[in-house]
């Protein structure tokens, strides 16, 4: 059976390399399809950071991009990615099997999930599953043909969006099996910061945290901060 390719990114220091291990232990916890977990990272330790018989380090495919941008590269051919990749963001929480985004609509070439404000249409890159047979041509051949006005655009998911969304090759996942920590409901007006009470959302699979808080702050909860204890004991119960 061939292995799925789990990848996620680290650059920079925007996140301690605890992420890269708690996202690898929720993985495994809660992904029962066989597997490889792919790091791509500029980080010259991370292998002994994070040990385990299927996980694989590599170099970030160039050294020009920076942030979110790299999440392009992961199109490219460079990536040396092959077959079904299943990429997660580093500030996921995953709360339960996930073995229904490795499953779902198999032979679709691209699946992602929607942005949470649905009026932009667009997809969030924090989950998303591809494979470049198909996609090298329709992402990262197209963002390389146009690269000057697509580097002007908020993100690398706005480009993912605007260049599959001309093809046939898509599809979103299900709603429900994903939430913002800040939404939390995509049918809802966005909450403004002082309604947030960061709950899980019931029946959910997979939690996003998209900018402040990040799940590390939940864990380490002091004292003085607002959040009810009790209504975000299930980052604590799942990020680890």
């Known amino acids: 059976m061939e292995l799925v390719n789990v990848v996620c990114l680290y650059w920079g220091n925007k996140y301690k390399t605890d992420y890269v291990k708690v996202l690898y232990n929720m993985v495994e916890r809660h992904l029962t399809i066989p597997h490889k977990f792919i790091i791509y990272t500029d980080h010259v330790k991370m292998h002994k950071l994070v040990p385990g018989a299927n996980v694989e380090i590599r170099k970030l495919p160039f050294h020009t991009y920076e942030g979110w941008w790299n999440k392009l590269t992961l199109f490219s051919p460079e990536a040396n990615l092959q077959g079904t990749c299943f990429y997660l963001d580093l500030d996921v929480v995953i709360l339960e099997n996930i073995d229904c985004f490795i499953e779902y609509e198999k032979d679709t070439k691209f699946i992602g999930m929607n942005d949470f404000n649905k009026s932009t249409k667009l997809f969030n890159s ?22 000057k006005n697509f580097d002007k655009l908020q993100g690398d998911q706005n480009v993912i969006s605007q260049t599959i969304k001309k093809t046939t090759y898509y599809k979103a996942y299900p709603d429900e099996w994903t939430f913002s920590a800040k939404w939390f409901d995509r049918e809802s007006p966005r909450f403004h910061r002082e309604k947030w009470t960061l709950e899980r959302k019931s029946g959910t699979k997979i939690a996003v945290f998209h900018g402040k808080p990040n799940p590390h702050e939940l864990v ?20 680890k």
Request: aromatic share 16%; charged share 30%; no cysteine.
């Open 126 to 147: 924090s989950v998303m599953r591809f494979n470049n047979d198909i996609m090298t041509k329709y992402v990262w051949q197209e963002y390389q043909k146009d690269k």
């Open 220 to 239: 380490d909860l002091h004292p003085h901060e607002s959040y009810d204890k009790n209504t975000i004991e299930w980052v604590k119960n799942h990020w």
